[in-house]
Structures are given as C-alpha cells and as structure tokens.
C-alpha cells in the first residue's frame, strides 16, 4: 500500500514537472582560456594554400587560442636517404625565398604559449611502400629517427605525429605491423631527453581489415603519447550507397562502421582512455543518387554511383569541406534540403540527384560531450582549413539543442537549484550554470557566428560537457546523501520521494 502512494506522488510529481519544463536558456560569451586539461588537436593541412578564392588557407588565418596542439601537416621521407624532409619546400621552408610555414607555424606559439606545435609525416598521398621499406630495416630506422630528432630541434617543433596511411596496406606487408612498433619505440627513446610529444594518427580499419590488423594496438597505446583515431571515412560513395562519413551511432547492433563500435573495440584492448584522442572530421563526403527518383533516403540502403562530387575550392571528388557547405546553404536559390539523421547523430544535405554527409556545430557539440563523457583525452580536428574560418557563413542556431533538451527535462527540479546553490557555496566556478532570479539557468555560449564556428563549438562544449558532469555528481550526491536520511527516517518522505523518483531511482 505505502509504494502505491509512492508511486502515486511520482507519477503526479513528473507530469507536472513536465508541464512546467520549459526553455530557460541564456546566453553567454566565448571562454577565453583553457580551464580543462583536455587536448584541441588542430590539423594544419599545407595544400590549403593552394586552393582558390576564399578556400585558400594562409597559416595566418590559423586561431591559436582554439588549439591546445596543432600539426604541421603533412611532411615526407626521402626514400634513397631515409630520411625525414619537406615535400613542398617552398611552402615550409625559408631557402630559397621559401614562405616559411614550419617556422609560421611555430611562432604562432606567440599568440598562445601553452600550445604545442608538432608536425605529421604522410599521409594519403605519400603512400605507403616507402614507409613499408624503411621500419624493415634496422639501419635504416635508426636514420630516420636521427633525422626526425635533428628536424624537430632546426625547426623548433615540440613533437611528431605519424600519419601514415596505412600499415600493412596499399603496397605495405604484414610486418608492418610489428615494424611499426619498433619505429615507435626507437622514437620514443630518441624524444626521451627533450621530452619531445610523439604522436599516431590512426585509421579505424582498412578495407577488410580490422584495426588491431594495422597496429600493435596494445603496445602503441604504451609508447605513444596520444592515439588520434580517424573517426571519419566510415562511409563514402565507393560503397555504392548512402552511408554517413562520421555515424556516433550503428544503424542496427550488427552495424561495426561507426564510432561507438571502434570506441568499443579499442578499450577492449584495454587503451588507456585519456590517450584516446577521437578525430573530428570538418568535411563530409558526397554522392549522386543512381536512380532518378528519391523519395526517402535510407541509410545503408538508397543506392549511389561510385563516385560523389567534388567542391568548389578543394576540388576532389567525394569530398566536401564544411566551408564549402555552408557556402551552398547560403545560397537561397540552391535546391539543397537540410536534415538531421537521429540514428547516427549527423546532419544530411540532399537535392534531385545528390546527397551530402557531414557534421555541423550540433553534431561536433554532440561528439565532444561523448569524447567527455567517456573519459578520453581530446578530440582533433581534420581540418582548420575547412572550418568556415572566414566566418563568411550564417550561424547555425540548433548547436546545442540537445544539451538544452536535456537540460529542460530538470530545469524545474527543486534539486537541481540546490546543486547550483551548493556549487556557489564551495565556491565551484561554473561558466554555463547559474541561478538567476531564483531559476536555475543553462547561460549557453552565443549562437556561432564568425570565424571557426566548429573550433569554437569544440572549446565550448568541453567546457559545458564537463559542467554537465559536476551539476548531474552533486545532484547524485545529494540524492545519496538524502537517501541515507530517509533510511534513519529522520526526513519526511513526501519530499525526497519526488526528487529520487523524478531521476528513476
Ligand atoms: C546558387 O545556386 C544556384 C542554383 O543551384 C546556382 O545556379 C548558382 O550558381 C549558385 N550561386 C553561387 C554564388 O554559388
Ligand atoms: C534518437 O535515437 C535514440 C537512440 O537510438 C533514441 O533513444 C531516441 O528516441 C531517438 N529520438 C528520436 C526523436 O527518434
């Protein structure tokens, strides 16, 4: 009879509330420094100087205070001196009236002197054979790494990210895998002295082969200091079908092609999880329906031709930078429809014919506040330079409807006030959180306009993400706390009973 009555005031209690809930939401400005120790790994990728117009990427337009780490990508090896060196020499270097980007790069350390500045060996278009022959041979490893070691201290540079694309495949052998690992190694010893950051960036498989396949995964994760994994290129219009470039989500359980399954199976291996750095992709992918005739798109399911389209600055066929995209949104008279796909967590653009993959400001604030709340390391981004880092676009004003869902549902929880009130009290900062007017306030950063609207999101929902965390332990704490009073039945039980049940316990 008692948990009737219980029941009862519950279920009275959340249909109320429910009635009551609604927006009180504010906003506030842009964070100006780094109060978290997460990692903001930004890829600085050279040949953006190279395209046209307003895709053209100076490293001056580079946002240092938005970056914990930025990579210099990418650089080369020379495969007859096996050593490290600059593939465009007139971009990164100063001789022969060079412009200088290595030593660009470093001095933006000025503008923020807590960021490190690393550079990234490969990538797609170096291949993968050189590398191949090079981590075979002992002699010519140990070359290598004394060329890295010289090359990091001529041009001041703080670390070295691996980036290459991939082991074992495209020309590579199976010992690469091990091989690999001795390259690390041998790395890791030569930073040692200087403390050098000795970085990975890491495919989540190729083709069909699985990522523990391509990398020693146990011992890297030793070795390295952070393991960024491309969390991208899951789907593309080489598959044949409509498929998301960066799915947080699988569309069934069978699903292995997204995020939270690679996330799973790294930490079966039993990855540390804040070395575990997940890749933000700032471009989608493209596809042109086959058929004349789309109604519905489904996931995995609508049929595609093998090849996407390319955009206008970056020029590559299947690739689409976000600064291209949000270009198009612009445009009124474009055909471009724009939705939100629930199930894996991104948005999607389709006209007539074609259909685009990305991730926008809602899904990147999405992804952070997984990467926070599962403990990991950071989160980098590929790229800065296909960021709307002109800000030339409109703000997108639904970044972070899901967080303000989830706050609404306990705006007007009597709890909640409490944990805001308490955090006043010890004196806990909180920069979103606040009680104004005797409400419980969600004070959220400003809609995202101007420059680098992702890089801004990231920097802002670390932030809010890990304020989410504090509010949702002190509540937790003093549910138990009251809990416990309830037990001695020193507090009446009317009012704990609506608080404990409005939060399912
Ligand atoms: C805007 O879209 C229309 C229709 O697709 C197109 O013809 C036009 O060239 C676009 N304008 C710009 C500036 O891209
Ligand atoms: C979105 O997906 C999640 C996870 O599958 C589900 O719990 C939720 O109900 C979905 N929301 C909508 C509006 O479909």
Known sequence: MEIL???????????LQSFQAQSQVTYASVPKSFTHDKVIVCYLTRWAAYREGDGKFDIFDTEPSLCTHLIYAF?????????????????????????????HAVELKKKNPYMKVSVGIGGWNEGSIKYSNMVADPKRRKIFVTSVVNFLEVHKLDGLDIFWDCPTQR??????????????????????PNRKLLTATLRTGYMDSKMNDLYDLVQLNFYLDYMHIMAYDYHGAWEGFVGANAPLRGMDDNDILNIEYTVKYLLSFGITTNKLVLGLPMFGRTFTFNTRVVNEVEFLKTPTTT???AGRFSKENGFIGYN??????????????????????TPYLRDDTRFISYDNTRSFANKVKYVIDSGFGGVFVYSIA????????DEEVDTYIDFIERFNKIANVPIL????????????????YSISNGKPRLKLPSPQFGNYPLLRTVNEAITLSLEEIKVNNEIERILDERAKLVEKGSVPCFRTCNEICFYGF
């Open 5 to 15: 009555i219980w029941i009862y005031v519950c279920v009275v209690a959340v249909v």
């Open 171 to 192: 020309g590579g052998k199976p010992d690469d895998r091990k091989n690999l690992l001795l390259l690390v190694k041998e790395l890791n010893e030569a930073f040692e």
């Open 75 to 103: 650089v080369g090896l020379d495969e007859n001196s096996n050593k490290i060196r600059s593939i465009d020499p007139w971009q990164d270097l100063e001789v022969n009236y060079g412009l200088g980007g290595l030593k």
């Open 324 to 345: 291209e995209i949000c270009l198009q949104l612009m445009n009124k008279t474009s055909e471009w429809e724009q939705f939100w796909h629930n199930q894996t967590v």
């Open 417 to 432: 006030k409490t944990a805001l009130e308490n955090f006043n009290t010890y004196e806990i900062q909180t920069e979103y």
């Open 307 to 309: 090849t996407g389209f």
């Open 386 to 393: 296909t960021d709307d880092f002109r800000g030339s676009c």
